[in-house]
Each structure stands twice: as structure tokens, then as C-alpha cells.
């Protein structure tokens, strides 16, 4: 695991920005794996402006159960809002799972699917929770779970509460897997300010629990962590 610390989140998202490009550049047809939350928002705000992303293909890690796109709490709309709406991306290319599917474990199997024939996650950029969760992995998830229905924490739903404006935050949401997420070639995670503190400490400690989703990373080859 590689770890490089910036004096402050403009940094961190101006180098993360750089790495997502480049990446393109490397690889117009590259295969991304996206984060949603308020970490990510600088990465994407450097990335509109310089992407070129007509071949590129991307699945998102999460999505809430049971909203539909156009809620203004679903990722979806985070997506559109912060990235999206603002590059030539194929709509075609795009994949969000969708919470609002009937057949809830038949959407999470398509997923996987559409992931594995599309070659595989090349590039998958991660936020981390205060728990230590990646995606909607919370404590306790097998390191070799998949994409799947997932009931939210208390405390993961109260900080992504903002959103929400009020109303209740899902209860469930589908996720990728831990094991999903290992298989992409290469992870970046990005993590910023003092809520993450005491999870980056426990990241560098290099213990390994399923306690502790992120430890998962530790058994993969190329991960990045970037830290403000
Ligand atoms: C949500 C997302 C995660 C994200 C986390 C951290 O729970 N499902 O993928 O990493 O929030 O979000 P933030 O960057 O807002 O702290």
C-alpha cells in the first residue's frame, strides 16, 4: 500500500484528478470504478474540465435502496450533478445499480455481470466512512463478498443525512462487494479532514479484521492512499 499525505484537500483532489486523467490518457477505454460522498466532490470539479471520456466506461459502488434517479439524496443525481453532466461520457457507459429494480438480488447479479463483461474495474477511486467502510461495506462484510442488498449503520445513515434534507435515509442500499472492488487493477482512496483521522490511523496500523472494511486493501497489490 502506497500512502501520500497533501497539506490540504485542494491538493488531495488536484493529484487524485491528475491520476483519474491520466489514467484516460493511458487508456481512452478504461474501466472506472467511482465513489459518490463529499470527498470525491474536488476530484470531479478538476476532472470536468479536462476529460476526455467518449470510450470510457464506469460503475458506480453504491446506490440506496428503494429511491428512485431522480431523488435528490440518490447517487444518481450525484453523479449527474458532479460529473456526468459535464464530460462526453457515453450514457451507454454508465452504470449506477438501480435501488428501485423489483428483483433486488437479479439487479445486484446483472451488475456483476455488466462489470465482468466489461472486462473488469481498471481504476477504482474509493472514499472511506468514519467505520471504515468502502462502498456501502459496512463492519463485519466478508473480504470476498460481492455485489449485493446491504442494511446501513445508524451512524453511516446520520452522516449521509445531509442529503436528505430531513427526510429518512434508506435503510438498505446495493453496494459492490469487498470482492469486487479487489478485483479492479488499481485502487485510489481518498480520504480528507478530521472525521477520517482515527480510520486512516487504523488503515496505517496495517491490521487486518473484517472489522475494518478498508483492511481488506491490504491484500491488494496497487493501492494508493491519499491523505489530507
Ligand atoms: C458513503 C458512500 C461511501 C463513501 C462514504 C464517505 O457512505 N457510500 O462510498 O466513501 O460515504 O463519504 P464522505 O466522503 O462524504 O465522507
Given amino acids: 500500500m502506497k500512502w501520500q499525505s ?9 493529484y487524485a484528478a491528475r491520476l483519474f486523467i491520466e489514467a484516460i490518457r493511458d487508456n481512452p477505454r478504461i474501466v472506472l470504478g467511482l465513489p459518490t460522498g463529499r470527498t470525491p466532490i474536488g476530484m470531479y470539479q478538476r476532472v470536468v474540465n ?9 460503475f458506480n459502488l453504491d446506490e440506496y435502496v428503494g429511491i428512485s434517479c431522480d431523488h435528490p439524496g440518490s447517487y444518481c443525481t450525484y453523479m ?3 460529473l456526468f453532466s459535464h464530460i462526453d461520457i457515453n450514457p451507454a457507459n454508465v ?10 438480488a437479479a ?3 446483472r451488475y456483476e455481470q455488466q462489470i465482468a463483461a466489461a472486462g473488469h474495474l481498471g481504476l477504482t477511486f474509493l472514499g472511506l ?7 456501502f461495506n459496512e463492519p ?18 446520520l452522516a449521509n443525512a445531509a442529503l436528505f434534507e430531513g427526510e429518512a435515509v434508506p435503510t438498505h442500499a446495493i453496494t459492490m ?4 472492488i479487489l478485483d479492479s487493477k488499481r485502487i485510489v482512496l481518498l480520504a480528507s479532514g478530521e472525521s477520517k483521522r482515527e480510520a486512516v490511523e487504523r488503515l496505517r496500523s496495517g491490521e487486518v479484521s473484517e472489522e475494518f472494511p478498508a483492511s481488506a486493501l491490504h491484500g491488494h497489490p496497487d493501492v494508493t492512499v491519499l491523505v489530507a
Fill in 6 to 14: 497533501f497539506a490540504s484537500y485542494d491538493e488531495l483532489s488536484a
Fill in 50 to 58: 479536462e476529460c476526455s471520456c467518449r470510450d470510457v466506461a464506469t
Fill in 80 to 82: 449527474q450533478e458532479h
Fill in 95 to 104: 452504470h449506477i445499480p438501480d435501488g428501485t429494480a423489483t428483483d433486488l
Fill in 107 to 109: 439487479e445486484c447479479a
Fill in 129 to 135: 466512512g468514519q467505520n471504515g467502510h468502502i462502498g
Fill in 140 to 157: 463485519g462484510t466478508p473480504f470476498d463478498s460481492r455485489t449485493r442488498v446491504v442494511e446501513l449503520t445508524k451512524s453511516t445513515r
Fill in 177 to 180: 462487494g469487498i470482492g469486487t
